[in-house]
Each structure stands twice: as C-alpha cells, then as structure tokens.
C-alpha cells in the first residue's frame, strides 16, 4: 500500500511473479481434479461391463463341492449366513438364514427336519417354505452356480419368494459331476 500526497491509501497491484505462480497452481489443481474425476468415471463404467459379461456379483462364496453334499442334507455355512439345501432329485437350494418375519436368525433342527425361529415360533421346511406363522412367506434364497462341481452361492442377490417352485433347485450338469 502506498499512502499518497493526498493522504489516501492506495492500493498496489499484486507481484506479477506471484499472480501467475497462483495461476499455475490453479491450472494444476484444476487438471488433477479432472484427471481424477476420469479415473473414477473409468473405474465404475470397467466395473459394471465385468458384472454384465460375468453375470455374477462380489457376493460369490464357494460352499463346497457338489459330490459332497448327501441328498436330503442342510448345510450351514456361517461365512454366507445361508442354508445349503441338497434335495431328494440332487437338486440345490441357498436359502437365507434371516427369518422372513423380523429378521432373527433360524437355526436347522435336524431332528425335526425345519427351520425353527427361536424368537416368536415361525418355522420352515428344507425348501423354506413356511409351515407355522408368523413369517408370511419363505425363507428367502440367493442363486446357486456349479461350476467344475463346485457349488457357488451368490448371496449379493437376495430372492425374495412367495412360494417354494422346483425351477429355484439348481443340478450339477449331467457329466460334468
Ligand atoms: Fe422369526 Fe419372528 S423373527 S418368527
């Protein structure tokens, strides 16, 4: 600032030097951000092409090989929080844990051959449908994939179901067991 023979205060114009220093660090922050920006936009757009080809979500958890699953068997795999369901005919089923009337997690009674909620007494078949209310409707399931016999459940696609229909059940490919 320069004080003038007037007693006004003038203002005096910035260093050039320092002007163009702040507008080439303007520039590079600018061209960073958009870089940046393209990257992420190149990440998402990668991401969801590999979904679409693949078909299958991050979700895929292998359970275990198909021949050693005996017919008539339940399986629980904690990691996945589902029931692995090997039917009469061979067929497979994941069914989810979470009980279809608020939430509370079902455990398999062998003995009983169902699911039973210990929280307010719903209780499902091996295919989830419900045989005693509350729940409304049956267990729900994720996809089941085979493949070289090895069974794998989706559980980032959560299927809800109004009822039990034999096209849900997924068999291993004839040959390829
Ligand atoms: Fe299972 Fe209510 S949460 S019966």
Redesign the pocket.
């Known amino acids: 600032m320069i004080r003038s023979n007037r007693g006004k205060i003038k203002k005096t114009a910035e260093p050039p030097s320092r002007r163009s220093f702040l507008t080439i660090l303007w520039t590079v922050l600018g061209i960073a951000a958009i870089g940046e920006l393209i990257a992420v936009i190149i990440t998402f757009l990668k991401r969801g092409k590999t979904g679409k080809i693949s078909g299958k979500s991050e979700n895929l958890i292998e359970a275990g090989y198909a021949d050693s699953f005996p017919v008539n068997s339940v399986t629980a795999n904690i990691q996945g929080r589902f029931y692995l369901c090997r039917m009469a005919d061979g067929g497979f089923l994941a069914l989810s844990s979470k009980?279809t009337?608020?939430?509370?997690t079902?455990p398999w009674e062998e003995k009983e051959k169902r699911f039973a909620?210990p929280?307010?007494?719903?209780s499902f078949d091996s295919n989830g449908s419900v045989i005693t209310a509350?729940?409304a409707r049956p267990l729900d399931m994720f996809p089941v994939h085979i493949e070289n016999n090895m069974v794998k459940v989706d559980t980032g696609k959560r299927i809800e179901r109004e009822k039990f229909l034999k096209n849900q059940l997924t068999y291993v490919k004839k040959g390829l067991s």
């Not at 009337?101 to 509370?104: D, K």
């Not at 929280?119 to 719903?122: A, K, L, N």
């Open positions: 009980c009337h608020l939430g509370c079902v909620c929280c307010h007494g719903s509350p729940a």
